[in-house]
C-alpha cells in the first residue's frame, strides 16, 4: 500500500513503501515536508494495528496494578534459587507488607489483595500473550514489521538517529513526515519493546512458575534462579513503564489529539488543528 | 470509514463462526480430557482456564526441579499459622501415635492410616523448592509416602478425578486432579531434612505437591476423599483457596 503525498509537488515520499532512494538520506532532509493526508490515504494504523494496541494497554494497566499488589506482599528481592525473610535481600522496597510476616519499617499490615490480583495478573498475560501473538502473525503477514519497524533504507546511520533525538529535544516540529511513518528512533524503541522486553517479562514471568519449570526447566536455570526471575520480572516492569512514560509524552509533544485519533479511527491528521 | 464490502462482510461472517465454533470445540476437548479447573467460573475462569489447561497439555507427568543437597536452606521460613489445637497439643505429647489418616469416596477400600502405617509403605525423598505466592522460597529435603501408594493400597476408582485433602484446620483444605495425585514427587510427608517434620512446617503429616504453590501444601493432614466431582464437596470450588480469593490450580 503506497503511501504518497497528494499535493504533486512535495516528491519526496515518505511512505511505507517507498524508501527514500538517495544513497545518504539525511532524517532532517525530510521531516519539513508539510504535505496534508488526503482523506482518501489509506489508513496511518491498520484496523488489526489499532485493536491490538489497545488491548495491549488494557492488559499493560492490569498487570501492573496487579503485579504492585503481588510485589506488596513480599517487597524484598533476591538473586539467585531461594530467598525469604531468613535470608539478606538484595534490596528492599521501603513500603508497608500486606503480609504481618514480613519485617518493615511501619507498624501496620496493609489489607491483603493478593488473591484477585493474582487471577487478574495470569489473566491479564494471557490477554496480552494472545493479543501479542495476533499481532505477530498479522505484522509478519501484512509486511507490517519489515514496512513500518525494520530501520528504512537510507535512515540506519547514526546521524540519522542522532537527527531525531536533536530535533525531538529542540522540539522542532517533525509531524508531517511522522504522521505517515516511524522515525528512526521510533522503530528502534519499538522493536526493542516488542521483540525484547515485553518476550522478557513473559519469560521471566513464566520462570517462576513451579509446573512451566518443571516441564522447563532451563528457563529459569538460564536466568540463574527463580528469585533472580523474579527480580528481572520487577526491572523489566519498570523498563516498560518507563517506556510507557516515554511514549505517552511524545505523543503530547507530537500531537496528542490526531496521534490519538489515528491509533483510534485509523485516520491521521497533519497537524494539530486539521 | 469505507463502506462495508461484501467480500469483507463474508470474511467478517466465515471468522466469528470459525471463532464460535472453535471455542465451542475446544470446550468440548477441555472437558473430555480433564482440563477445566474447578473455579472454571466467573470474570478469572478463562484465564485460570487457559493456564491450568495449558500447564497440563505441556507436561502432565514432569518433573519438579529437583537440587543438590548442598543448596538446602540453611534456616528455612516457617511461615506462622493457626496455633494448634488442644488436641494436637496432646496428639503431640503422646509422639502423634494416635495420629490418623482416614481415605473415602470413591475407592474399594476406605479406611485409615496411621503414621506407622504409612512409613511402613513405599517412602521417597526430594530436594525440593516451596514457593510461596507471595514470592518467597526456600529449599527442604521432604521424606514422606507418595501419594500413589496410598491411593493404591485402597484402590481407587478409574472414573476418579480428584483427591480432596483435609486438616485439623476447618478451614484450610483443598485438592488436586488426579494427575498430580499420582504423581511420583506428590507426597504424604511426614521428614524433613533428615528428620520428623516439624510441627510449625506442618508436621506430624503434611501433603507436599511441589510442582504447585506453598498453600496447596496443607499442613496437619487427617482425611482424603477421592471424588469424580468437586461440586459435592464444600463449597464446590474444590478448596479454600477460591473462597478466599485464591486460584485453585497453583502451578504459577
Known amino acids: 500500500m503506497p503511501r504518497i503525498s497528494q499535493t504533486g509537488t512535495q516528491e519526496l515520499s515518505v511512505g511505507p513503501d517507498h524508501a527514500p532512494t538517495r544513497s545518504r ?49 513480599h517487597p524484598r528481592f ?27 519499617a511501619y507498624k501496620f499490615v496493609m489489607p491483603d489483595e493478593n488473591g484477585w490480583s493474582r487471577y487478574l495478573h495470569f489473566e491479564a498475560a494471557w490477554l496480552l500473550v494472545l493479543t501479542g501473538l495476533v499481532y505477530a502473525l498479522y505484522s509478519l503477514w501484512s509486511g507490517h514489521f519489515r514496512r513500518d519497524l525494520a530501520p528504512a533504507r537510507g535512515e540506519r546511520s547514526w546521524r540519522d538517529y542522532r537527527d531525531v533525538l536533536r530535533m525531538t529535544l529542540r522540539r522542532e516540529k517533525t509531524d508531517a513526515a511522522e504522521a505517515q511513518a516511524y ?25 517462576m512458575s513451579p509446573a512451566f519449570t518443571a516441564a522447563m526447566p532451563w528457563t529459569v536455570e538460564a536466568l540463574g534462579g527463580r528469585q533472580t526471575a523474579r527480580t528481572l520480572h520487577f526491572f523489566v516492569s519498570w523498563a516498560l513503564v518507563l517506556f510507557v512514560v516515554v511514549h505517552v509524552t ?25 | 470509514m469505507k463502506p462495508l464490502t461484501r467480500r469483507k462482510f463474508m470474511t467478517a461472517g466465515i471468522a466469528a463462526t470459525a471463532g464460535v465454533a472453535g ?30 489447561a495449558a500447564q497440563r497439555i505441556l507436561g502432565r507427568h514432569s518433573l519438579a526441579r529437583e537440587f543438590p543437597r548442598s543448596m538446602i536452606s540453611a534456616s528455612p521460613f516457617l511461615n506462622p ?32 492410616f496411621s503414621l506407622a502405617d504409612l512409613k511402613s509403605m513405599a517412602t521417597r525423598n526430594q530436594i ?51 494427575g498430580d495425585a499420582l504423581h511420583s514427587q506428590t507426597l504424604l510427608t511426614w521428614g524433613m531434612n533428615d528428620g520428623d517434620l516439624p510441627v ?37 470450588l474444590g478448596s479454600a483457596a477460591p473462597a478466599g480469593g485464591y486460584s485453585w490450580y497453583a502451578g504459577i
Request: net charge positive.
Open chain 1, 25 to 73: 538520506a539525511c532524517y532532517a532532509a525530510r521531516v519539513s515536508t508539510t504535505a496534508p493526508l488526503a482523506n482518501s490515504a489509506p489508513p496511518r494504523h491498520a484496523a488489526v494495528v489499532r485493536v491490538t494496541h489497545w488491548l495491549t494497554v488494557i492488559a499493560f494497566f492490569a498487570l501492573l496494578i496487579t503485579g504492585m499488589e503481588i510485589v506488596i506482599s
Open chain 1, 78 to 104: 533476591y538473586w539467585g534459587e531461594v530467598g525469604n525473610v531468613m535470608t539478606q535481600p538484595a534490596f528492599t522496597i521501603p513500603i508497608p507488607s500486606s503480609r504481618g510476616s514480613v519485617p518493615t
Open chain 2, 81 to 112: 499459622v493457626a496455633p494448634p489445637t488442644d488436641a494436637f497439643k496432646r496428639s503431640q505429647a503422646n509422639g502423634f501415635a494416635d495420629w490418623r489418616l482416614a481415605v473415602d469416596g470413591m475407592v474399594a477400600h476406605p479406611g485409615s
Open chain 1, 250 to 274: 511524545m505523543i503530547s509533544m507530537a500531537g496528542f489529539r490526531s496521534r490519538m485519533r489515528a491509533m483510534v479511527t485509523g485516520r491521521a491528521a497533519a497537524r494539530e488543528d486539521a
Open chain 1, 183 to 207: 522515525n528512526p528512533v521510533q522503530r528502534a524503541t519499538y522493536l526493542a519493546v516488542i521483540f525484547g522486553l515485553i518476550p522478557f517479562v513473559i519469560w521471566t514471568g513464566l520462570a
Open chain 2, 23 to 52: 471455542v465451542a470445540i475446544a470446550d468440548r476437548l477441555a472437558r473430555r480430557y480433564g482440563l477445566l479447573p474447578p473455579d472454571d467460573g466467573g470474570i478469572y475462569g478463562p484465564g485460570e482456564t487457559l493456564t491450568y
Open chain 2, 200 to 236: 510449625g512446617f506442618g508436621g506430624p503429616l503434611r501433603m507436599r505437591v511441589p510442582r504447585q504453590l506453598g498453600y496447596k501444601n496443607v499442613k496437619y493432614i487427617t482425611r482424603l476423599t477421592v471424588t469424580d466431582s468437586m461440586k459435592g464437596i464444600r463449597d464446590g
Open chain 2, 128 to 178: 525440593t523448592e516451596v514457593a510461596c505466592e507471595e514470592g518467597w522460597s526456600y529449599i527442604a529435603e521432604w521424606i514422606g509416602t507418595p501419594l500413589s501408594e496410598v491411593l493404591r493400597e485402597v484402590g481407587v476408582h478409574p472414573r476418579a478425578r480428584y483427591v480432596a485433602y483435609f486438616s485439623i484446620d476447618h478451614d484450610w483444605w483443598d485438592s488436586m486432579d488426579m
